[in-house]
């Protein structure tokens, strides 16, 4: 089972606001991803990390910026929320190796107002 | 682009019957396909997968068959179970690189 954690499950903010959503793994992955999804449609990457200091965007341009100080903790971060930002929020981790099984956190559901 | 397909949002079985979810890519360099269960609320959970030097494997009720001339694949879940109704994604990917594409998923319902 996997050991990936996302705070909040849930947030409802206004417009203009400063969020940041957590994300934790405890497996000692090197590797973690956000990705975003709107109902009904694929998931889409947009931003990932190979390790401590690394991060890059990833295919769907996002207003949002990341870090990674830490190999287990991979924060994501809206300056200024917009109602286009409304969407659920999925992190997940995989470790280096033959095979890229990412295991997922249960996700944040963002809206903005 | 939308590089790996399914076709079908949604697909309703009887349980005990044979679910059987359909997914088209088109980058011919993807050679590893995986297939994930989302449950609502909760994040993708992995389910199966298949590299492109295999055409099929298997893992209890659940297969996954590739056909790389069609570029398809396809997952094939016997005997469904109700605990099966889920939200059902697609997923390739390059070489291990963080380019992983996922469809839009397919809704199983199994019925008792």
């Known amino acids: 089972e996997a050991d990936i954690y996302q705070t909040p499950r849930y947030l409802v903010i206004g417009t203009g606001k400063k969020i940041t959503l957590e994300c934790s793994q405890t497996?000692?992955?090197?590797?973690m991803y956000w990705y975003q999804q709107d109902p009904g449609m694929e998931l889409h990457l947009i931003h990932y990390?190979?390790?401590?200091?690394?991060?890059e965007k990833g295919d769907l341009s996002s207003e949002s910026t990341v870090s990674r100080i830490r190999t287990e903790h991979f924060p994501l971060t809206l300056e200024s929320a917009r109602p286009s930002h409304t969407s659920q929020y999925l992190c997940?981790?995989?470790?280096?190796?033959?095979?890229?099984?990412?295991?997922f956190g249960p996700g944040t559901r963002l809206t903005v107002l | 682009d939308q590089q790996v397909k399914q076709n079908s949002p949604s697909l309703s079985v009887q349980e005990g019957r044979i679910s059987i979810l359909n997914c088209d890519y088109t980058n011919s360099m993807f050679d590893y396909f995986l297939w994930y269960k989302k449950y609502p609320a909760e994040g993708p959970t992995f389910l199966i997968s298949i590299s492109s030097i295999k055409d099929k494997n298997e893992d209890g009720r659940f297969t996954v068959f590739l056909n790389k001339s069609a570029k398809h694949l396809s997952l094939h879940i016997v005997p469904s179970q109700p605990g099966d109704s889920a939200v059902y994604f697609c997923?390739?990917?390059?070489?291990?690189?963080?380019?992983?594409?996922f469809g839009a998923g397919t809704r199983l319902t199994v019925k008792p």
């Open positions: 997940a981790s995989s470790s280096f190796g033959a095979t890229d099984t990412q295991y």
């Open positions: 990390s190979y390790g401590v200091n690394s991060t």
């Open positions: 497996m000692g992955h090197d590797k």
């Open positions: 997923a390739a990917s390059v070489d291990n690189n963080n380019d992983m594409r």
